[in-house]
T-cell receptor, first 115, second 114 residues
């Protein structure tokens, strides 16, 4: 069964520092991969996704992620954290199975940004 | 904004009572989903629908039922609410072609079962 592991339920960085949120997946077929962000008391917003093609994917708000098949990873990065990046981030994976995509979510990583 | 609304946004109920949550979309998408979000678990799929009157179970479907009589509405019912169903419930829709469907989420319903 597919699974997603997000290393670190809480990550704290200083404003202006590099943000690195880790995501590893297990999948028996080449997956599609997603990062979502959730701000307090809101729904999930798509940050970026990988389906096929270029393995470095750029998303909104300066975030990007790199698909590394050999490492089964899809880590999320941002060169310089901003206070507004404080939120919870979810990695999700789906093997395309034709007809619908069943998203498997990680447990989430809460990012805190301090001055 | 994928045109998804959820109602109610907040609800407090008592153990043993039935509860129905509504998800409404305005863009005629075929696939709709219900998830629950709990700390340490991320989001888990409860039920999904692939068309009017076509539904199937997800990972955590026990104690829940769904109905979809119109394309735009997907209802989630807790037949007899329990405290373990206290959670935040999210509806989602799939957008895009079959090759790379992306799910977009509604604002959520916060349910407290006393």
């Amino acid at each position: 069964a597919q699974s997603v592991t997000q290393l670190g339920s809480h990550v704290s960085v200083s404003e202006g520092a590099l943000v690195l949120l880790r995501c590893n997946y297990s999948s028996s077929v080449p997956p599609y991969l997603f990062w979502y962000v959730q701000y307090p008391n809101q729904g999930l917003q798509l940050l970026l996704k990988y389906t096929t093609g270029a393995t470095l994917v750029k998303g909104i708000n300066g975030f990007e992620a790199e698909f590394k098949k050999s490492e089964t990873s899809f880590h999320l990065t941002k060169p310089s954290a901003h206070m507004s990046d404080a939120a919870e981030y979810f990695c999700a994976v789906t093997p395309f199975s034709g007809g619908y995509n069943k998203l498997i979510f990680g447990a989430g990583t809460r990012l805190a940004v301090h001055p | 904004d994928a045109g998804i609304t959820q109602s109610p946004r907040h609800k407090v109920t008592e153990t043993g009572t039935p509860v129905t949550l509504r998800c409404h979309q305005t863009e005629n998408h075929r696939y709709m989903y219900w998830y629950r979000q709990d700390p340490g678990h991320g989001l888990r799929l409860i039920h999904y629908s692939y068309g009017v009157k076509d539904t199937d179970k997800g990972e955590v479907s026990d104690g829940y039922s769904v109905s979809r009589s119109k394309t735009e509405d997907f209802l989630l019912t807790l037949e007899s609410a329990t405290s373990s169903q206290t959670s935040v419930y999210f509806c989602a829709i799939s957008v895009g072609g079959l090759a790379a469907e992306t799910q977009y989420f509604g604002p959520g319903t916060r349910l407290l079962v006393l």
